[in-house]
């Protein structure tokens, strides 16, 4: 009983010798982090100039492929993300505030909503791979595109479009998943009364990397689904 | 390094977001979807892109300055995160003004 007394006061957590004070080590903590997410930038980046170069280049491919997406389902993917980051942030307010039980079920409804994404995002997916949409070599369906006024048009690299549609959400999905397991380890130390207002480094570094994921979706979401 | 500054105020607890701000910027966020949504059936012609891209930079700043907490961060993890935007932009920048200063005799579409 004095143990998880200990714990529940926060003073379970001593900082690592090589730091002048708690502060001094959460603050480190967490640069390393943002160090992180700006490394995370810029490889998405790169798939973000490439689809604007490519976007420049061939206008109707990406008009063409666009027909292909459900504004719909990346509507709702964008307000289940949305939903996950506030229930994150929460995870950590509660985890400020001690209270273990409410920043544990925040962090289980982060995970379900993570888990809520990738279900939809595997309708999406399996829709298209059962048309043959797939990237580069792999694609199989038919080239003859039905725009949004009706002509039907053969777009010869319409594989491009597909390459770069798996390419960016699949990396991104892989950043869900990863995710998700972060914020159930969170969730498995938030269980063990480990954190209150002086020690959360854990849940608030887990917290930005998927508040990162989220804000790639916001950018991902009007390019892939909105802008034909 | 601000470290002797830190060490002075290591048993301060950090700044705490009240409940109600994190409930504002999330119904601002929802709210600025459905805005993006909307003005995708607008036709603003060749500022559609930028439209969207200016909406998705609003909910951006606002996921960053209070769900990241970067507005009662210290400085250092705002210029990392900016360093990150602005060498992007720099690649951005180069390799459009290279695709379309391009030379092009036909189009393959």
Redo the contacts between chains.
Sequence with gaps: MSSADQHAHGTGHHYAHHF?????E??SS??GI??F???E??MF??L??GY??FH??????FKAGSTFVD?RMG?AN??VL??S??T???GI?YA??RDAAKSGLMLLITIACGAIFMVIKYFEYSHKIHLGLLPGSWFHGSLDVTFADGTVQR???LPLYFSFYYMMTGLHGIHVLIGMSLIFWAWLRVRKNEFG??YYTPV?GV??FW?LV??VW??L???LY??S | MA?GQ??N??????H??P?GV??K??SA??AL?VI??LA?RVDFGAF??AV??G??TV??VL??A????LKY??M??RV??A???F??IV??FF??VD??TRIVEK???
């Design positions: 002048e004070s708690a502060e001094h959460y603050s967490k640069q943002w160090v997410l700006c490394t930038i810029l980046g790169g973000f100039v604007a170069v420049h280049m061939y206008p109707l491919l504004w509507a964008t307000v949305l939903t980051s506030l994150m942030a929460l307010y400020q505030k777009v010869e690299n207002p002086h608030e917290g930005l508040h989220d804000l916001i950018y979401f009007p390019l909105l802008v | 470290h830190h060490a105020d290591a048993h301060s607890e950090h705490i977001i409940f994190y409930m910027v999330f966020l929802i979807t993006t949504v995708a559609g892109a969207a891209f909406i998705a909910k951006a996921v960053l209070y769900f990241m907490h961060d210290n250092l993890n990392i995160i360093s990150g935007v060498f992007l690649f951005y390799c459009i695709e379309i189009n393959t579409l």
